[in-house]
């Protein structure tokens, strides 16, 4: 079983409109949930980090978690077309900083 | 945010030859880093956990004597590709941590012709 899983995409979505992406994870006793973004032939960015179940919001982004269901999620609000990107939910391995990634969700928002 | 520099971040070498790849925290003092790999279209895998004074250590089927990893100061790490090969060329990446996060560097596009 992969320790990280993302819905798959490709998601496309329209200028505006609010992106949804899905991430489970495997190992309960993970703290650390972090959300990525990677454009083509760069390194990842971190864009959001949650540690407590629920919402943590940060302008347009909107990170929720849920440790009983071990589920982690990423809200993109009034999308734009440099949000085009591949999303990529990482989860702590361990005490370190360490990481388990999961696949990416390729994100087009269109024009 | 805290800044983690790679260098090169592009390299092609003939097969057979071996190629080093430098990290480094700029402005905090790391006492591990991480290696990942990320081959097109894939995610990163995490390759190895580098040390500062003491031995990496290695994921599941990554070989050790075939991806060199030297820790000498807390603020660089080296990952050598040795006698690399077309199978080889990916793009490597390293991160160092802060605080609660994980920071990454620029990564490196390694072919290997």
């Known amino acids: 079983q992969k320790e990280v899983e993302q819905n798959s995409g490709p998601l496309s979505v329209p200028e505006g409109a609010i992106a949804s992406l899905n991430c489970t994870y495997s190992?309960?006793?993970?703290?650390?949930f972090f959300w990525y973004r990677q454009y083509s032939g760069k390194s990842p960015e971190l864009i959001m980090f949650i540690y407590s179940n629920g919402d943590k919001e940060d302008g347009r982004f909107t990170a929720q978690l849920n440790k009983a269901s071990q589920y982690v999620s990423l809200l993109i609000r009034d999308s734009q077309p440099s949000d085009s990107a591949t999303y990529l939910c990482a989860v702590n391995i361990g005490r370190d900083y360490k990481l388990s990634f999961g696949a990416g969700t390729t994100v087009t928002v269109r024009a | 945010g805290a800044v983690v520099s790679q260098h090169p971040s592009r390299v092609i070498c003939k097969s057979g030859t071996s190629v080093k790849i430098e990290c480094r925290s700029l402005?905090?003092?790391?006492?591990?880093m991480f290696w990942y790999r990320q081959f097109p279209k894939q995610s990163l895998m995490l390759m190895a956990t580098s040390n500062e004074g003491s031995k990496a250590t290695y994921e599941q089927g990554v070989e050790k004597d075939k991806f060199l990893i030297n820790h000498a100061s807390l603020t660089l790490s080296t990952l050598t590709v040795t006698s690399a090969h077309p199978e080889d060329s990916s793009f490597y990446i390293c991160?160092?941590?802060?605080?609660?996060?994980?920071?990454f560097g620029q990564g490196t596009r390694l072919t290997v012709v």
């Open positions: 190992d309960r006793g993970s703290q650390s």
């Open positions: 402005d905090f003092q790391a006492t591990t």
């Open positions: 991160s160092a941590g802060l605080g609660r996060h994980a920071f």
